[in-house]
């Protein structure tokens, strides 16, 4: 295979590579041999920091030699993973740090074990800041990555890494997380679907990272149909995982060809946290993105639900001063020695020594308190079926300001909430919500518009509806392979 055909085939979605390998049209082989030639391409964005080559040959040749008849759609379909709450044993696993430049993973995460078990070849890790701490990639272990879009906006974080790649055409979907909007915000950055599923869709198992129900895993993808092919592939619980969801009626790829009874969604544009106001650009995208919900027959209406910012904003400070300490053991265990200064960044640093003096008494209200917060939100949103907000409050951020200490955690985050607004209270809530690429700057950078609900299945079909109504897959950045 050429480059010239290796870029063409950017342009197809994993479903539709997946497709190619099932009728014969190319092999898993040809398929990962692209891939590598466009990562090649585009290695200047530093979204991919660990070459797993040789295992996905390996890989792809187990493919193609077996061909399983009942082999899913996404068999052969080339693949990266975040390096961060996608563990795969024997390969390394830094997690942003310093601290554990040399550490391998022992084990094989349930996550990844889904993904191998659906056919998807993995050939590499993507960039993410340390303990994905931060909503922008650029951790001083690999260095920024570079957002396709426009080498002075940030791709976003914690799964930056994934999103340049999938935004540049490197791969269809690569794998994320989302503790705070750490899918959602690189989606907004980088003009793709990022969804964010609802608290207990996934395991998290054998992982040390989900921050008490607040952190999940899925993808970042340029189709609704990847995404809702992804999340059959990783929908499920483990034996003793301590958040479970209900399973779908319907598998999400047979969902999204449904279309949804009339959804009442509420619309808000201003923040739930104190901050300037929301760009004009951002609210105007939200409010256009409500007009086509209404064009196609949902019911929209003005208003929003309340929570306290400030004990929102101090729990999740709490969650994450004792989530570095894990950060720590684990870089101490893996040293056998004490990490140096220099080893963790200055706002991990910020983290892990308030984390050491936390009190179990703060960490358990910290806890009541969210689930307080969840139970205000939902009973706030009664009535209504969807919440339909911004991203990110603003175009793009920025590098430089979403990863800078602060002083204290709480001034951390009181920095990037003023900048993500809505994205936190899904987590918080456990909620699912969605982020499309529905806006652009007058520049034409990419603006995310967010959807929640307390289940996916609505969101991917209501996205369904708004990429046939608002098409944004054939939209290429600066940076494009191709």
Not at 119 to 134: A, C, D, M
Not at 154 to 182: I, L, N, R
Not at 190 to 212: D, F, M, N, Q, W
Request: charged content about 15%.
């Amino acid at each position: 295979m050429d480059f010239t055909q290796a870029t063409e085939l950017a342009d197809v979605d994993a479903v539709g590579q997946g497709a190619l390998v099932a009728a014969g049209q190319l092999t898993a082989g040809e398929l990962l041999d692209a891939a590598i030639m466009r990562l090649e391409a585009a290695r200047d964005l530093k979204a991919v920091i660990c070459d797993l080559f040789d295992r996905g040959r390996a890989q792809a040749a187990e493919l193609d030699a077996s061909r399983p008849d009942d082999s899913g759609p996404l068999a052969g379909v080339p693949f990266l993973l975040k390096d961060l709450g996608a563990s795969l044993a024997g390969t390394p696993e830094a997690m942003g740090s310093r601290a554990l430049r040399t550490h391998v993973s022992t084990e094989t995460s349930w996550l990844v074990d889904r993904y191998l078990s659906a056919g998807l070849v993995v050939f590499g890790k993507t960039n993410t800041p340390e303990w994905g701490n931060h909503c922008t990639t650029e951790p001083s272990l690999f260095g920024p990555t570079a957002n396709p879009w426009s080498p002075s906006i940030t791709p976003g974080g914690s799964s930056g890494g994934s999103a340049s790649a999938v935004a540049a055409g490197v791969v269809p979907a690569a794998s994320g997380g989302d503790g705070t909007g750490s899918i959602r915000v690189p989606a907004s950055c980088c003009g793709l679907v990022g969804l964010k599923t609802r608290r207990g869709r996934s395991s998290h198992t054998p992982g040390r990272h989900s921050l008490e129900g607040l952190a999940v895993a899925h993808a970042l993808t340029r189709t609704v149909r990847d995404s809702a092919a992804l999340l059959d592939v990783i929908a499920g619980s483990a034996p003793g995982d301590p958040y479970t969801a209900p399973p779908p009626q319907l598998p999400y790829s047979d969902a999204i060809g449904e279309t949804p009874p009339a959804q009442r969604i509420l619309l808000a544009t201003a923040s739930p946290f104190p901050g300037p106001p929301t760009d004009p650009a951002v609210v105007a995208a939200v409010e256009n993105t409500a007009r086509l919900l209404s064009d196609i027959g949902h019911h929209i209406e003005n208003g929003a639900p309340t929570i306290d910012p400030d004990v929102v904003a101090d729990a999740i400070a709490v969650l994450h001063t004792v989530s570095n300490v894990g950060l720590y053991r684990l870089a101490a265990d893996h040293l056998g020695r004490e990490p140096a200064d220099d080893e963790f960044e200055p706002s991990t640093w910020v983290m892990i020594r308030e984390g050491f003096t936390t009190t179990g008494a703060a960490y358990a209200g910290a806890i009541d308190a969210i689930h307080a917060q969840t139970r205000r939100f939902a009973a706030e949103m009664a009535g209504f079926d969807v919440l339909l907000v911004p991203t990110l409050l603003t175009p793009p951020p920025p590098y430089a300001l979403l990863d800078q200490p602060r002083g204290t955690t709480r001034a951390f985050f009181d920095v990037e909430f003023a900048t993500t607004g809505w994205t936190s209270l899904a987590n918080v809530s456990g909620w699912a919500a969605i982020s499309l690429p529905l806006g652009t700057t007058d520049d034409g950078l990419p603006i995310g518009v967010q959807l929640m609900a307390p289940d996916e299945t609505i969101l991917l079909q209501l996205a369904a509806q708004l990429e046939i109504a608002a098409p944004w897959a054939d939209c290429h950045p600066p940076r494009w392979v191709g």
